[in-house]
């Protein structure tokens, strides 16, 4: 039997029902715009970890992304920051799969394994437990892809350079994409967080891997999925920029949402 993370924020984040689940990510999904006829396979996404009802058009318009390589994409590997428990490195769980009112996916073993070999990876159950970030992706990843397993690091306090040798070590695989999870600015106005995070998205567009925490509470991460893009040459598409002011909360005080496509240039069709 296997041993199992259950799901943390069902309830909370999404809906814990899981017709109602199904039918609000086949929602988002269903109102993302169409990709283009020259669009690229993506090796690598940033999406938003909010509450569906904030975050969830602007992961659904990147997650619409990989539905043409469903059955391509093998592998996720994953990266989010840590909310509630302080991490040094990254940190994998100890359990074989995670649960969403959607079912479970399993987690790659093998990886996790050649993970472990580099020094700033642990494993701690502690930092996966409660942890929203990487959880809340799933029942998107469940719905657009076939048949996949997750390697997921909850990113504690790390260098985008060792995020970077992580991400390396899964880089030449064809079937898996990288996921990175990431809000944008927090709890500015309305008009302060459209300054603010359209500075950021431009910062992701020139690859340059110098963000900072309150540009993104995923700012690590990313900056080891800009180093290591830039390294392999990939060309990053901003696809959705938005906040809680224009999906479902008031424009007082908002968080910034993104979604970024990263595409390899031997994969483009143009």
């Known amino acids: 039997m296997l041993s199992i993370r259950a799901a943390a924020v069902a309830g909370m984040f999404y809906p814990e029902a899981p017709a109602v689940l199904a039918a609000q990510?086949?929602?988002?999904?269903?109102?993302?715009?169409?990709?283009?006829?020259?669009?690229?396979?993506?090796?690598a996404l940033i999406v938003p970890h909010a509450g569906y009802v904030y975050s969830g058009p602007i992961a659904?318009?990147?997650y619409r992304r990989i539905a043409a390589y469903a059955d391509a994409i093998?592998?996720?590997?994953?990266?989010?920051?840590?909310?509630?428990?302080?991490?040094?490195?990254?940190?994998?769980?100890?359990?074989?799969?995670?649960?969403?009112?959607?079912?479970?996916?399993?987690?790659?073993?093998?990886?996790?394994?050649?993970?472990?070999?580099?020094?700033?990876?642990?494993?701690?159950?502690?930092?996966?437990?409660?942890?929203?970030?990487?959880?809340?992706?799933?029942?998107?990843?469940?719905t657009v892809l076939r048949h996949f397993r997750i390697v997921p690091f909850a990113v504690g306090d790390a260098t985008a350079q060792q995020v970077a040798q992580v991400i390396e070590l899964f880089w030449n695989d064809p079937g898996t994409l990288i996921v990175v999870s990431s809000d944008m600015s927090h709890y500015h106005s309305y008009r302060e967080a459209r300054v603010l995070d359209r500075a950021t998205a431009d910062?992701?567009?020139?690859?340059?891997?110098?963000?900072?925490?309150?540009?993104?509470?995923?700012?690590?991460?990313?900056?080891?999925?800009?180093?290591?893009?830039?390294?392999?040459?990939?060309?990053?598409?901003?696809?959705?920029?938005?906040?809680?002011?224009?999906t479902a909360g008031d424009r007082s005080r908002v968080v910034g949402y993104a979604s970024f496509a990263f595409a390899e240039v031997e994969h483009d069709r143009s």
């Open 203 to 246: 910062s992701v567009l020139a690859l340059s891997a110098t963000l900072q925490g309150e540009q993104a509470c995923g700012a690590t991460p990313i900056n080891g999925l800009l180093v290591a893009a830039r390294r392999r040459g990939l060309r990053p598409e901003l696809i959705d920029l938005r906040n809680s002011g224009d």
């Open 74 to 142: 093998r592998r996720v590997v994953l990266f989010g920051p840590t909310h509630r428990v302080a991490v040094q490195g990254l940190a994998l769980p100890s359990v074989q799969a995670f649960a969403t009112p959607l079912g479970t996916v399993e987690i790659d073993a093998d990886a996790v394994a050649s993970a472990l070999t580099l020094a700033q990876v642990r494993k701690s159950d502690a930092a996966h437990a409660l942890e929203h970030s990487l959880e809340v992706q799933l029942p998107f990843l469940q």
């Open 25 to 43: 990510v086949q929602g988002f999904l269903a109102k993302a715009a169409l990709p283009s006829s020259d669009a690229s396979w993506p090796k």
């Open 60 to 62: 659904a318009s990147a």
